[in-house]
């Protein structure tokens, strides 16, 4: 199995900024996509961020510009730096990775989320 581990939510006033970060651990084999998505009370989830193993990032178009994915493949890490935030970006924050373990084959596992509020 896989587990996900976020941190770094919180609050913070708007044009303020917050780090999260993202381990993933258990009997890995071997993880592609990682990302982020985020969950405001009565709205779906929606992606936020995701990058593949190689680097290559893809965004939402509400976060162009102010949030950045990055991703260290050595620690099965997974970060999202997000500036110039605005009340809403507040959502549960939540982690994704595709990856494949000695017991189970490639499947998406999400972490249990993060709480990220954004004040005027």
């Known amino acids: 199995q896989v587990q996900l581990v976020e941190s770094g939510g919180g609050s913070v006033q708007a044009g303020g900024s917050l780090r999260l970060s993202c381990r993933a651990s258990g009997s890995i084999l071997s993880i592609s996509a990682m990302g982020w998505y985020r969950q405001a009370p009565g709205n779906p989830r929606e992606m936020v961020a995701t990058i593949t193993t190689g680097g290559s990032t893809n965004y939402a178009d509400s976060v162009k510009g102010r949030f950045t994915i990055s991703r260290d493949n050595a620690k099965n890490t997974v970060y999202l730096q997000m500036n110039s935030l605005k009340p809403e970006d507040t959502a549960v924050y939540y982690c994704?990775?595709?990856?494949?373990?000695?017991?189970?084959?490639?499947?998406?596992?999400w972490g249990q989320g993060t709480q990220v509020t954004v004040s005027s």
């Open positions: 994704n990775a595709n990856a494949r373990s000695y017991s189970r084959n490639w499947y998406d596992y």
